[in-house]
């Protein structure tokens, strides 16, 4: 593409800044810009006018429907579209579009998930314009993006509790900013560049997986000979298919805006991964959103098929999604940056400090954020950060923590003289120096943390909206106490001392995947949390609750409704996993077994038919393998099936039932899976009715 194209296209369809500089009065572009660069309330009046030349301009983009668009606690987006068209009484119509429809919506919010909220409340769901995320133009509808909400407002969704955790963050971390002697920045602002992870396979052979069809991965597939151990996939050239695939995906991607910006090959065969550059915590989820819907849609107009699920294949590496995040003031300061001055050093270990003592204290909250049951499969399995979350830090950084842990100063390279924090050099950090461990879950990179636990299907909403909320309240502690101190620089080096001393259990430099640090891990006393199930009961510790409530994220009913969901939806997917792989079992597998068993049966009759003294031993050894293998599979499809059927007749909560799928169900279908896998690899491959890995892997 020329780079004139690049640039003509680049936000083309997104109602931006330009475009709104271009069309609004400048009273209500002043206004409005008030609202989404300070959070001011919105003036209706203003509404009224952004709303009309936003139609105004859709409408030339080829729009014919509006939609809030939304995002409800199932994980992926909802829309309603909706026509401008009016009319009017002489029998024909207008277009029409009022500030009271760009603000609010009423959907109906029966539908969507609510953990009970709705049973509570109301059964009405409202919408709200969030003005901090550009309204874009997609296939002719004018998507506004919107927070959801109940009649009460509780949070029905995953955008609202992030807003207000960047609201809180943004508080709190003015508030330290200040005590630093920042007069200048207004907010802080969290920043987010998420790197996504996906499979793409051929769409012929995925349609005859009912598996991938229905729950995202495979529930059978023998290993195939090739697997990912060449380790020639990474970075490797990008085959032609693929190239174009992201070549319209690119396109599709900077039209609205998105800053796709490095596109790779990953480490499984057929698995890829696309990072964008980084933009604010909202936006980023936003846009996150949005590229993996189109990818699924790209992926199929070439005929592809997007796998998002965490593991969609067994024994290849997973995806997952790694969330890089900062802070940064609106004029522009990274606080993550370690800076050049000892003025800059200092208020950089305060931040720094502040998210180590956040992690460590809520690394159950964290870990909760990236629960779902496709995680369970990558993390802990030596392809993905272990369940437990630690923090790498490189060396550098952990030495001069070290130092101020034992002297409550960083002496490095000083001559002598006063061990004051705020005067002690650190010395210039290379990223590259930073960035050399891969298996740790949260990894400083130079001005950033890098969280890697996050599912490659899973909006990173939660997962912000948390680490947000945590690193809000470890700053408001922090600011309580410097607003109060009488030596500002003696308190400062005091509170770094504690933070340290009480904290650098969290720090861990070498191998994650490794089985020493598992108990390592444990000596230190940090949560060893390898399930979904077990991770989903930290959202109602009270830690975690009064957390939430403080700072306006949460409330205890919006976190218990949480919980239900979340505990619902792995229950579900393990019912519908189980479910499935019952289906394929009884209606596919075995059928094609028998038919193999029949055809090497008859191969042994018509050997002794011809009455020539040949041997049959092939025959029958094979028959007796796959004939005992045919009778465990089928003992196996009922043993899934009864643990499936009883699931009814469990009593308790929601927790014993999601626990019942996790320890009974779920453990069914891999010991019939693993038979099934066995088979696999006996029958004639033109029987078996599956496409195999290799074929899935190899092929695209
Ligand atoms: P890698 O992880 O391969 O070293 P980079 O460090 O360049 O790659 O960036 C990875 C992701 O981190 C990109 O999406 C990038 O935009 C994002 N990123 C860079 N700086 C920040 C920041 N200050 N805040 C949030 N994300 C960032
Ligand atoms: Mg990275």
């Given at each position: 593409m020329q780079e004139k194209t690049l640039k003509n296209i680049f936000r083309e369809n997104v109602f931006n800044d330009a475009v709104m500089r271009e069309r609004l009065p400048k009273q209500t572009y002043n206004a409005l810009r008030k609202t989404i660069d300070e959070g001011l309330p919105l003036d209706p009046k203003v509404a009224d006018v952004v709303a009309n030349a936003m139609k105004d301009w859709a409408i030339e983009k080829g729009a014919t429907h509006f939609t809030h668009w939304f995002q409800p606690l199932t994980g992926i987006t909802a829309e309603k579209h909706e026509s401008f068209i009016s009319p009017t009484p002489d029998g024909k119509v207008i277009t029409e579009f009022s500030g009271k429809e760009l603000i609010k919506g009423e959907p109906?919010?029966?539908?969507?998930?609510s953990g009970g909220l709705r049973a509570t409340f109301e059964a009405r769901g409202y919408t709200a314009w969030d003005c901090t995320s550009p309204a874009f133009v997609r296939d002719n509808v004018l998507y506004i993006p919107t927070a959801f909400c109940s009649y009460t407002g509780e949070a029905l969704d995953l955008k609202t509790p992030l807003l207000r955790s960047m609201e809180a963050l943004s508080k709190e971390a003015l508030r330290v900013l200040r005590l630093f002697g920042n007069t200048t920045s207004k907010r802080v602002i969290t920043t987010v560049g998420p790197e996504q992870e996906y499979f793409l396979i051929d769409k012929k052979l995925y349609e005859k997986r009912k598996d991938l069809i229905l729950t995202g991965r495979t529930l059978f597939g023998a290993k195939p000979p090739k697997g990912q151990e060449m380790e020639d996939h990474y970075f490797g050239t990008i085959r032609e298919r693929v190239s174009t695939f992201m070549k319209e995906l690119d396109e599709e991607l900077w039209k609205l805006g998105?800053?796709?910006?490095t596109e790779h090959n990953e480490v499984a065969p057929a698995q890829h991964e696309l990072a964008p550059i980084f933009n604010t915590t909202n936006i980023a989820t936003d846009h996150n959103q949005l590229t993996m819907d189109i990818m699924k849609k790209v992926a199929l107009r070439n005929d592809l098929v997007c796998l998002l699920h965490e593991k969609p294949f067994a024994g290849v590496n997973g995806s997952g999604k790694h969330n890089n995040w900062s802070m940064s003031t609106d004029d522009g300061i990274n606080l993550l940056d370690p800076g050049k001055t000892p003025h800059e050093n200092a208020q950089f270990l305060v931040f720094l400090c502040s998210v180590i003592k956040a992690i460590d204290e809520y690394a159950d909250l964290l870990r909760v954020s990236c629960a779902t049951p496709g995680n369970d499969h990558r993390l802990g399995a030596n392809e993905a950060p272990p369940a437990i979350i630690s923090i790498f830090l490189g060396d550098q950084l952990t030495d001069i923590l070290e130092q101020i842990g034992e002297n409550?100063?960083?002496?490095?390279?000083?001559?002598?003289?006063e061990l004051k924090i705020g005067v002690t050099t650190l010395p210039t950090l290379h990223k590259d120096s930073t960035d050399r461990n891969r298996t740790s879950p949260f990894a400083f990179t130079g001005n950033k943390f890098e969280f890697?636990?996050?599912?490659?299907?899973?909006?990173i909403a939660t997962a912000n909206y948390i680490l947000n909320t945590i690193v809000a309240e470890v700053l408001s502690e922090v600011a309580d106490r410097l607003e109060n101190a009488t030596n500002f620089d003696e308190e400062v080096q005091k509170i770094l001392k504690e933070i340290v001393t009480n904290h650098k259990r969290v720090i861990f430099n070498g191998n994650g995947y490794s089985e020493e640090w598992v108990k390592e891990a444990e000596k230190r006393g940090l949560p060893n949390i390898s399930s979904t199930v077990d991770a989903i009961p930290a959202l109602l510790k009270d830690k975690n609750v009064k957390v939430m409530e403080k700072h306006g994220v949460l409330s205890k009913v919006e976190l218990e409704s949480r919980y239900e969901i979340m505990l619902e939806n792995y229950t579900k997917t393990i019912n519908i996993e189980a479910l499935t792989m019952l289906d394929i079992a009884k209606r596919q597998l075995l059928p094609s077994v028998i038919k193999f068993i029949k055809e090497v049966a008859d191969s042994i009759n018509a050997a002794k038919g011809t009455g020539l003294d040949v041997t049959v031993d092939a025959q029958s050894d094979l028959l007796n393998e796959v004939s005992s293998l045919a009778a465990e599979f089928k003992k196996r499809i009922d043993i899934l099936e009864n643990a499936v059927n009883n699931a009814s007749n469990i009593e308790g909560d929601s927790f014993a039932i999601a626990k019942y799928y996790r320890d009974e169900v779920f453990v069914k279908m891999s010991e019939l899976r693993e038979i099934g896998d066995k088979l696999e690899t006996l029958v004639d491959a033109d029987i078996w009715p599956l496409p195999t890995y290799a074929d899935m892997l190899f092929y695209v």
């Open positions: 109906d919010a029966s539908s969507f998930p998105i800053s796709a910006k409550g100063g960083a002496t490095n390279s000083k001559q002598g003289g890697r636990m996050v599912g490659s299907s899973s909006s």
